[in-house]
């Protein structure tokens, strides 16, 4: 049995501009499944996509969103509503602002916890059903080791990635 067909022709991978995410989207085209790229930068998505289709032979989908945005699952969803998604790894969320919570806007941190902790667990729910009756299926949502035991001016983002990790 290939990897496809143990868990699916489609995968969506969040954060797979770069990185990690960008590593499980060539591993998983790598063993023949279809990948769809979550992500909120389209011209690195694009070229991302380009070397898996010429790497592997494998289709793509390129979604340019910001997964902050109060729309960014209803968007998924949408954009993906005709196909099987089999893998759903979500691996977006860096924190590029390690200032002092009480120094920004709640805000910043609002937006954090709708990226890390909201966007996954909403994706898990809407596409979890649909791997539970045909039986087979996988999800993959990455913590940090900072969910562990938060640093100085890493509060929020934290404390998301604990729920990460316990969520997953």
């Known amino acids: 049995m290939t990897f496809a067909e143990k868990y699916g022709p489609w ?12 590593a499980f989207a060539e591993a998983l085209a790598e063993r023949g499944v279809n990948v ?21 032979g494998v289709h793509t ?7 902050t945005s109060d729309a960014a699952t209803a968007s998924v969803i949408e954009a993906t509503r005709d196909l099987e998604i089999g893998t759903l790894v979500y691996c977006a969320g860096a924190d590029p602002d390690f200032t002092p919570f009480l120094a920004q806007p709640v805000t ?3 937006a ?5 902790c909201l966007i996954p667990m909403q994706l898990s729910h809407h596409f979890a059903p649909g791997m539970v009756s045909r039986g087979r299926g996988a ?3 990455l913590g940090s080791g900072a969910g562990f035991a938060g640093g100085p001016n890493m509060v929020a983002y934290s404390a998301t990635k604990a729920f990460d990790m316990v969520f997953a």
């Open 112 to 116: 954090m916890v709708r990226r890390n």
């Open 11 to 22: 995968a969506l991978v969040a954060g797979a501009s770069d990185g990690v995410g960008a």
């Open 139 to 141: 999800i993959v949502v």
């Open 108 to 110: 910043n941190a609002e």
């Open 36 to 56: 769809v790229l979550l992500a909120r930068r389209e011209e690195v998505l694009r070229a991302v996509a380009g070397g898996l289709e010429g790497r592997t």
């Open 61 to 67: 989908r390129v979604l340019a969103v910001d997964l």
